[in-house]
Structures are given as C-alpha cells and as structure tokens.
C-alpha cells in the first residue's frame, strides 16, 4: 500500500489534505456565492457571446433555483439537463445543489435510446433541455414533448413533471449528501449511475485547482464536456473554485481552439489525448509552435503515448501533464506535478488525501514494477451506484477501497502507470495481453491518429487480438506496413490477427473510445480466412 497525504506539489507548495477537507463548504452552490461576495465584477464565465461576472452568474443561480422550486423541485430529487457546455447548464448545477437536487447532466449528442435510458433510470422529477445552445437538446425536448419555456438566460426546454419521482433522503452532510449522478458506460455498455457527494466533488475540485496552482487572473478553456467528471470537477468547478474565468465551448474543434488561445488568451488548457491528435492533425507535422499565453497544458481521460505527449510539447513549449482518474473517484486519482512534469508516461502521483493500493491475483498487496490490481480510497470516491446494490457491492470494499478495475504499476518514485483495464484483459493462447500494450505501439507509428485493440473469442476460451485503426490521410501507410511493424515490437501471441482501418473511431463526446461498439463489430465481422 501507498499513500501520498499532503505530498502534491503546487505553486504554493505542498498541499495539507486535512485542512484543505477541514475547509470545504458543505455544498458546491457555496462556490460561486462565495466568489461573489470577495471579488462581483471578476468575470466567471464566457459563452462565446457574452462575458459573465461572478455577481451576475449568482444572481442568475438564485433565479434559477427560484425557477426550478415553482417547477416542483424537491430536496432528493433528480434534476436532468440535457445540453451541452453552456451557462444554463452551470446554472443548473448550482441551483439544484441549492435545492439538494441532484443534477443528472446528459451529453444531448447521445443517441435517443442511449438518452432514453438514462431518463427512464434515473427517475428524473423534471428534465429541462437547454435548446437555445445545442439544437441536439432542442430535437431531445421535442421528441420527448417537452415545451418551450422563459428561463434566466432567455428560453430553454422543459419536460413535464414526473409524479412518480421518489426523493431521496436529504442530509445536511456534505459527504453523504448527492450532488450529481454521473452516468457512464465503463467497457460493459451498459450505463450506470454514479452517485458523487458535494464533498466528493469539492474535494478534487480543490486539490485539482490547486495543483495547477490556478489563481483569479488564468483563463481555462471549457470544452470537455460537464456531463463527464472530468468536465464537471477538474475543469468547471475547479476554475470557479479559484476565481478563475471559464471559456465555455459546445463541442471541440482545431479552428475553435486557435481562436480561442489567440482571442481570448487561455492560460489554462485541459483536454483529452484525441483532442490533441486532432489539433496535430489539423496543423501537420511541420507546424511551427504555437505562440499562446498558456501556462499549463495537461491531458486526461484515456491513456497518453509517449509519441503524441513529445508532440504536443513541442507544438506548445510547455510541459504536457497527464493524470488518471474515472467516473467513481469524482474523478482525479492521480496527475503529475506542477513543479515536475514527466518525461515518461507516468499519471503521476496519487493526488494528496488519497491511497492507493496494487493486489496480485492472490488479492495481497505487490511490490514496485509489477502490475495488479488498482485499488484507492479517499474523500473523492463515490456513494456507490444509483439503484444498482450488486454492482455497488462489486466495486466498494467495506473498508472505503474502491476497486478500480484497472491494472497498474508503481515505479520506484511512486509514480503511477496505468496497464490496462482488467475487463479489457485478452486471453491469447493461455497469455495475458494488455490492449493499452499493443495500442502504444501502433499510436508510435507515423500516419496513425490513433487506435483501439479489443479481444475477439475464437473458441474453448481463447481469443484473438482485433486491431481499429484511425488514420491520417495526410500520411501514406498500410495494413501490411502496421503489421510489419507490430512483428517487429510484440511478442507473437500480441500482435493483431487482423488490423481494421476506420475513418474515425467511434468515440463519446469526451472523447473517449467506445470499445464496446468495436468488439461488437470485432465479434460479427467475419474472420480473415
């Protein structure tokens, strides 16, 4: 077992974990409240349109909340947002946190069954659709039967009241008390509720923050999406949390991203591995580096390759910090630090306040460089999972430890790498293979954006490796020379029986690879021979 309490370096140094807790508000609607009472005319938000202060956004908060009780939100209730990254939807967070709703933030780039799902599991009270900024929730709301309605920031979408809505239990504890339900597919597809406590949420909120050793005059980009923990937590709270001022962007683009660095002066950039794929893709391998004002640049969500990390550094001149976490630890587990980014790539360090533990397949704790199972525990981790007691029972030990279901390993200095997930594992002629292992290799070749191995069952418990592959068209590169390639860096049993090239990969809108969609694919695509 490994802890690392209070050994986060920041701008300001190392970070006391108990008195940071000591601290914390008990809800999260404290942040922009605060932030408004110390400094009102410090800009909070910008929407591409309009620049909000930190006055104007908690009086529409107070506005919203007043909204959202004569529209029959109750303390325990589930409070869905369709839309996409916008000022109503921050809004909404906040004003339910106010009412001790719990907010059920739903990307409206999903597919109307995917949606449908969430809605029907989450028993939500009411479900408003932020239309004016994403005609995605608009086609949601209409489709639903939802009307058109006067909100604080001119019209949104709001759906009927659902009188079989059940609250939940309402505790003044802000680590017992549900701030968001965060739904998320994991590798089986099927989504689940994560319940995440205000606690929860402060917490990496505050740590995440001060990493970055953020202050009230950076500049963060918003793109990722606050439906995801990652937007929510690391990026929106922990900017506001700061005093900081968020850019608010829908969706992600190369041509947005340069405007923004060059118009509005972004300091602060976060963002996921497939997002800097694309942004090197859009501005070709001759690229001179970029001139921005940026001060940090970090990258989180799926793994990073050594190949694409080298990359990006060199397009922006700073260091390109990586991390790890997932939807059930709020979500940050670990990242490296501010005062000692990494050339490998590690995740760096747990984040102060958490531990972390590796078992073996004996379940007993293992040493440095071998891989095993990740387990942590610490303020971050989730309630457990809404309505779901067998997978909560699964995944939360008795004792607080959190089982991840992914595979790392802890290099001498503490650092943390991350092998693969366990239900990713493929069974090869009686080997074990890590897809992460084969994917780094393929991601190092020229002409490959990125990529996504899966298993494929061939029979009496064995399985085949499947390898997709999105290309860059700019680059001249075949099946046959990734294949050639491959046999010169793996083991036999490692290497893909069969390489598939995608036009793009199917992803969620955070980016993230959905590798349940590919082994399906994988399963009923004929073999080769």
Not at 4 to 26: E, F, K, R, Y
Not at 375 to 402: F, K, S
């Amino acid at each position: 077992m490994f802890a690392d309490v209070g050994g986060g370096a920041s701008a300001g140094g190392a970070i006391d974990a108990a008195t940071l807790l000591a601290a914390l508000p008990a809800r999260i609607s404290a942040i922009p409240r605060q932030r408004a009472a110390l400094t009102p005319h410090a800009p909070a938000l910008h929407d591409g349109a309009r620049l909000w202060s930190y006055a104007e956004l908690s009086q529409a908060i107070d506005a919203t909340a007043a909204l959202l009780r004569e529209l029959g939100v109750r303390g325990g209730d589930r409070l869905m947002v369709v839309g996409e990254n916008c000022v109503e939807q921050v809004a909404l967070i906040f004003a339910a946190a106010q009412l001790d709703a719990w907010i059920v933030n739903v990307n409206s780039r999903l597919s109307a069954p995917e949606l449908d799902q969430i809605r029907q599991h989450c028993g939500a009270r009411r479900v408003i659709y932020t239309s004016a900024a994403s005609p995605d929730a608009a086609a949601h709301g209409e489709r639903h039967g939802a009307h058109r309605a006067t909100s604080p920031f001119g019209h949104w979408m709001t759906g009927a009241l659902n009188d079989d809505c059940a609250p939940a239990p309402v505790t003044q504890d802000g680590a017992g008390q549900v701030a968001a339900l965060i739904y998320t597919s994991g590798t089986t597809g099927q989504p689940k509720g994560v319940m995440l406590s205000h606690r929860s949420l402060l917490f990496v909120a505050a740590v995440s923050s001060t990493l970055r050793g953020l202050t009230p005059q950076d500049r963060a980009y918003g793109v990722l999406p606050i439906s995801h923990s990652y937007g929510l937590t690391s990026v929106m709270l922990g900017t506001l949390y700061a005093g900081a001022c968020l850019y608010l962007a829908p969706r992600f683009s190369p041509a947005a991203l340069l405007a923004a660095l060059r118009e509005h002066r972004l300091t602060i950039l976060q963002g996921v591995p497939a997002m800097y794929a694309r942004l090197l893709e859009t501005l070709g391998d001759t690229a001179a580096p970029l001139a921005s004002q940026l001060r940090f640049i970090y990258a989180g969500g799926s793994p990073l390759t050594p190949r694409l990390k080298t990359r990006v550094q060199q397009l922006f001149g700073l260091p390109l910090h990586n991390g790890y976490g997932l939807s059930e630890s709020g979500p940050t587990v670990s990242q490296t630090r501010l005062d000692a980014p990494r050339d490998d790539a590690s995740v760096g360090f747990v984040i102060p306040g958490v531990e972390a533990r590796l078992l073996g397949a004996d379940g007993a704790d293992i040493g440095v460089d071998q891989a095993g199972q990740l387990w942590i525990r610490g303020p971050n981790v989730m309630l457990g999972y809404w309505r779901e007691p067998a997978l909560t029972a699964a995944a939360l030990r008795p004792d607080g430890w959190l089982d991840t279901g992914d595979i790392a390993r802890r290099a001498a200095d503490g650092a943390l790498f991350i092998v693969g997930r366990s239900k990713e594992l493929i069974i090869r002629s009686g080997f074990n293979v890590y897809p992460l292992e084969v994917e780094t290799v393929l991601n190092a070749q020229p002409g490959v954006t990125q990529s996504a191995v899966v298993g494929r069952s061939v029979g009496d418990g064995d399985e085949e490796v499947v390898a997709f592959v999105e290309l860059d068209p700019r680059h001249d590169v075949t099946v046959d020379q990734l294949a050639r390639q491959l046999a010169a860096a793996l083991a036999p049993y490692k290497r893909p029986a069969e390489i598939i090239v995608m036009t793009a990969l199917p992803a969620a809108a955070t980016g993230k690879i959905l590798k349940g969609q590919l082994r399906e694919w994988a399963r009923r695509r004929p073999r080769p021979g």
